[in-house]
């Protein structure tokens, strides 16, 4: 049985109006006191803010969707052009 499949089973054991749980190991110490110490400023726990921020991430575009849409405009500059641009800047934020 995959994770997966394990999950939505136990999920079927919970009242319909429950949500999904998430569970993510192996968080990097500096990032957890990060997050504890941004919901603790917030008078939130860190379940409800990370709840709150993960709500927020899934309302946005995915990368595709935003490209396709930026890309469906008359901006003046080819989508080959923007996705470069977006495509170094990432690269710059991950060093």
């Not at 949500?19 to 990060?34: N, S, T």
Request: aromatic residues 6%; glycine residues 6%; charged residues 35%.
């Amino acid at each position: 049985m995959t994770n997966y499949a394990h999950a939505d089973r136990m999920h079927d054991d919970y009242p319909a109006d429950m949500g999904r749980i998430i569970q993510i190991r192996d968080v990097d110490e500096d990032d957890y006191r990060g997050l504890a110490a941004k919901a603790a400023a917030e008078g939130l726990s860190l379940t409800a803010y990370l709840r709150r921020e993960l709500h927020q991430l899934a309302q946005l575009p995915s990368m595709a969707e935003w490209l396709e849409r930026a890309t469906d405009r008359d901006w003046g500059v080819s989508g080959e052009a923007l996705e470069q641009v977006l495509r170094e800047r990432h690269e710059e934020d991950d060093l």
